[in-house]
């Protein structure tokens, strides 16, 4: 029992050298001039034990943003239940926006996006998987909009979500495409402000 204990163990600490490793090395020489076996030597790991874990260097993005959801349902635990919905959403996306100009930067975060557009048709990405802990907090707050009468009539919860998570992935876009002058704090709050008044009950 103790033997199977130590195996998972020194797995897992692998598999989190092997996601440190690759990002470090991303952000250092870019995302196309790194490869699997420059990850694999950093680390001094097989081949073999990067594909246990990973199914390609894409898959190091997915883990890392799958940490980074969980850092968004704990911070929507420390937003005020005494204000509305639409202000959380504010907060929420303006924390958001911190966190990935000020630790993932755009380089990675244009990888992530462009990984993202080069899949086909039929396979799901990371970014649009509607069970994402990103897309669950802001369906909580646009449920809680509705249920209190702050968005307008005859919207539904999955309507009013996509538009306002469009706001969150156009900015993002933007951001990527647009220079060292585009603000992306300044304009998310902009674009998702408009879009949330456009949405309000008059």
């Known amino acids: 029992m103790t033997h199977i204990t ?15 490793t690759g990002l470090e090395l991303f952000d250092k020489k870019g995302f196309d001039n790194v490869t699997v076996d420059e990850i694999v030597k950093t680390c001094n790991v097989s081949k073999g034990a990067f594909y246990v874990h990973f199914n390609s260097k894409y898959d190091i993005f997915n883990e890392k943003f799958k940490d980074i959801d969980n850092f968004y349902s704990e911070f929507q635990k420390g937003i005020s239940n005494d204000i509305k919905a639409s202000e959380k959403i504010l907060i929420f996306f303006e924390a958001q926006m911190v966190y990935l100009r000020d630790e993932l930067g755009k380089d990675l975060i244009r990888t992530v996006y462009m990984n ?13 998987d509607p069970n994402r802990n990103l897309y669950q ?21 999955e309507e009013v979500s996509v538009l ?30 408009t879009v949330l008044d456009g949405l309000k009950r008059q």
């Open 6 to 20: 130590a195996r998972k163990l020194k797995a897992l600490e692998t598999k989190k050298v092997l996601l440190e």
């Open 116 to 128: 993202a557009m080069s899949l086909t048709i039929n396979k799901n990405h990371y970014l649009s």
């Open 137 to 157: 907090v802001i369906n909580s707050f646009v449920q809680e909009g509705i249920k209190n009468k702050e968005f307008k009539e005859g919207l539904t919860t």
């Open 164 to 193: 306002i998570t469009r706001c969150m992935r156009g900015t993002i876009y933007d951001w990527i495409i647009f220079g060292e002058q585009f603000d992306i704090v300044e304009e998310m709050n902009k674009f998702t402000s």
